[in-house]
């Protein structure tokens, strides 16, 4: 069965800490993405990886940079939180982009809330 | 710009009442279109992708069709278990896009 797992479920940090979001994808993916979710604005793309070190920035990148040392692992990194940060964060991986109508799976996401 | 667009936000049903929900979208050439379903506090699962205008695709008490300017995900005699948020998203036909997602509706069926 397909798995893509986030590291933290719940965290709460306080503003100007650094933050590490770690996501892992078991199914040999070359697609890695990080979503933030609130209330009234639906998904939005932060950043996403087509391959190992490589990255493009998505919709909202400002406030946040992305590593992917291995093809399996995808991290987000808050330099510095703040409380506008405060979200629901959804990692997500796909076999190919390149290749049409490739879904998209889901992690269960992390809640962070910076204080 | 591509858009995509969810009518309603919010849908109250009794069980067995069937509904539709609808997926608007503006896409530069559309390279597929996907149906999830979201539980409060999970991430999204998937449930369909639909490639071209006038494809169907049924999956128990769902069905998803295609237009050239939308989708609609048809709920056939709901059971509370089909309480979620159903969100749609696009992906465009360039290549390296991501998925584009709509704010999505949360359907709650009550017995």
């Known amino acids: 069965d397909v798995k893509v797992t986030q590291s933290s479920r719940y965290l709460v940090k306080r503003t100007g800490e650094k933050v590490f979001l770690e996501c892992v994808q078991d199914?040999?993916?070359?697609?890695m993405f990080w979503y933030r979710q609130d209330p009234g604005l639906g998904l939005r793309l932060i950043y996403f990886?087509?391959?190992?070190?490589?990255?493009e920035k998505g919709d909202i990148p400002e406030g946040y940079s992305v590593s992917r040392e291995k093809k399996e692992r995808f991290s987000l990194i808050l330099e510095s939180a703040s409380t506008n940060q405060t979200s629901m964060y959804l990692c997500?991986?796909?076999?190919?982009?390149?290749?049409?109508?490739?879904?998209?799976?889901f992690g269960e996401g992390s809640r962070l809330t910076v204080l | 710009e591509d858009q995509v667009t969810q009518s309603p936000e919010a849908l109250r049903l009794q069980e067995g009442e069937s509904s539709s929900l609808n997926c608007s979208y503006t896409v530069s050439g559309l390279r597929g279109l996907f149906w999830y379903r979201q539980d409060p506090g999970k991430g999204p699962e998937f449930l369909f992708t639909?490639?071209?205008a006038g494809e169907e695709k049924e999956k128990e008490r769902l069905k998803a069709t295609l237009t050239k300017k939308e989708s609609f995900l048809h709920i056939t005699a709901p059971k509370p278990e089909d309480s979620a948020t159903y969100l749609c998203a696009v992906q465009a036909n360039q290549a390296g896009t991501a998925l584009i997602f709509g704010k999505g509706t949360t359907l709650s069926v009550s017995s």
């Open positions: 997500a991986s796909s076999l190919a982009l390149r290749l049409a109508g490739e879904e998209l799976f």
């Open positions: 639909l490639y071209s």
């Open positions: 990886s087509y391959d190992v070190k490589m990255k």
């Open positions: 199914m040999d993916h070359e697609n």
